[in-house]
Structures are given as structure tokens and as C-alpha cells.
């Protein structure tokens, strides 16, 4: 019985975050270092493990990185005049807001508030606006990573049937805009699609976001098709899994991508790629 090919996530990270290094080490020569500002409000247990993530990521490849750690009880104006500080602030090149926040704090007007010059999670309209049109902007980093990751295996997406299933701004929306910009025939499915295995089995390329543990099984997939797991959930054991029963699945898929290992590590790789881009913007024009 055939397993299919493992995309994995740590390894490809590794490798662009090399990359990344490289040109931040070049950056510098120039008088320029690349800083990234992460706000975090709350104590929000998993956010505090991605913040941190975050940080070190930060760290490892040159960046500088400012942690800032506010208690829940921050009202919306002080977080507002916290962004607008950050904005002025010459030596910081991409901001990030940690979502979500408390209740009291509207999110979207926060993410409004970032210059769309720092907006490195690519969450601002303005991004979201340039991403629909086809102009250079900021992608959001988790479907940037699954770009990549298609990139990697040197998957042509041109005329290929690809299936999105999640409609978030943060993930499925921008995911299926930059898979039709690729030329992929692009279908969006979410909780209200009539038949979601009928879907499926059409895909070339599978991409499941909706946070649904075993929600794709190994009958909903197409022999030989790209399937890309973006979940992240907790098993009754409390252990980290997908949204695709990878032990069913990877029998009959082509490619796969595993939890952990698989998108989690593109994630923070492409706010690092888009906070040097950001840096990068800087450079003099020749």
C-alpha cells in the first residue's frame, strides 16, 4: 500500500528561515534591523505559547523583537495609542496585534489602527484589498505558508481543482484568492456546503481550515490529491491533531502535511518573511 509523501513543515522552515537570516545579516550592514513589536493583552494560555514562539523565532534569525504584555483590564483607547506609538516608531517594522482580545477591545478596529506599511499578519483591509486586486501587499502568514508549501514539492497549480474548506479572513478567503492567482479553479466550502465529500472528492488539492478534528476522512479524498491540514485541535488524550484523520488519509493522498509539524512552523516563518520585507522596503531604490 502506497503512504503519501510527507510535506514537512519544520524542515522547509528551517530552510527558509536560512534565507531569511541571510538577508537580515545583510539588512544590517546597511543600518537597518529588521524589529517586530507583538502586543499581547490578556493571559490567554495558548496566545502566550504563540507570542513566545513568536519572540524566539524573532531572535534566532537576527530580528529585533519587543514583547509587550498588558493586562486584560487595557481599555481599547490605551491599546489604540499603544498602536499609533508603534506606528511612529522608526525601528519597529511590523506590528502585531495577539488575537483574540478581550471583549471590551474591538479587534478589526485594532487591526485598522496598524499602518499598512507594519501590517505583517496581513489582517488590515488595506492587505486584504491589495491580496483581491492582485497588487504587492502584506499575505496573511498561515495561507503564505501553504503557498510555500505547494512550492516546495514544485506543485503547478495552473487548471488544478483546488478546495478550501474554511471561509476566515484569517486563513480560507485570502487561501482561495491566492490559489486562483496561481490559476487554480478554486471552490470555497464551510459549514453550510450540502455535501462536503462531494466537494472534496473533486479536489486536486484539499486545504482544511476550520479547526474540526477527523472532520476529512479518508473516503472524502481523492486518490493521489495534495491534502493541506491547517487545523489545530486537542484529541481526548490532549493531544495536538488536524482537521484531517491523517492515519485514514495518508493512504490514499498524494501528498500530506502532518499536525504538529506540518503548517504550524510556515506560520511564524512568513511573519518573519513579511517583518523583513517590511525592513527591506527601507533600502534606498536604485
Known sequence: MTVAQVIDG???SK???????????????????????????????????YVRNKIKACEDTGFKSVLEQYPATLT????????????????????????????????????????PAKDVDGFHVASAGA????????????????????????YALRGKHAVVIGRSNIVGKPMALMLLQQHATVTICHSATADLGHMTRQADVLIAAVGKQNLV???????????????????????????VDYEGVKHVAGWITPVPGGVGPMTITMLLMNTLEAAEHELPHA
Not at 511612529?88 to 471590551?104: A, K, M, T
Open 15 to 49: 530552510q527558509l528561515r536560512q534565507q531569511i537570516s541571510d538577508r537580515v545579516s545583510q539588512l544590517k550592514q546597511q543600518g537597518i534591523t529588521p524589529g517586530l513589536a507583538v502586543l499581547l493583552v490578556g493571559d490567554n494560555a495558548a496566545s502566550q505559547v
Open 76 to 115: 481599547e483607547a490605551e491599546l489604540l495609542q499603544r498602536v499609533q506609538a508603534l506606528n511612529q516608531d522608526l525601528s519597529i517594522h511590523g506590528i502585531l496585534v495577539q488575537l483574540p482580545l478581550p471583549e471590551h477591545i474591538d479587534g478589526q478596529k485594532v487591526i485598522e489602527a496598524i499602518s
Open 131 to 154: 491580496l483581491m486586486v492582485g497588487q504587492p501587499g502584506f499575505w496573511p502568514c498561515t495561507p503564505y505558508g501553504c503557498m510555500k508549501m505547494l512550492e516546495s514539492i514544485g
Open 10 to 12: 519544520v524542515a522547509l
Open 217 to 243: 476522512t479518508a473516503d472524502m479524498v481523492k486518490p493521489g490529491a495534495v491534502v493541506i491540514d491547517v487545523g489545530m485541535n486537542r484529541n481526548a488524550e490532549g493531544k495536538l491533531c488536524g482537521d
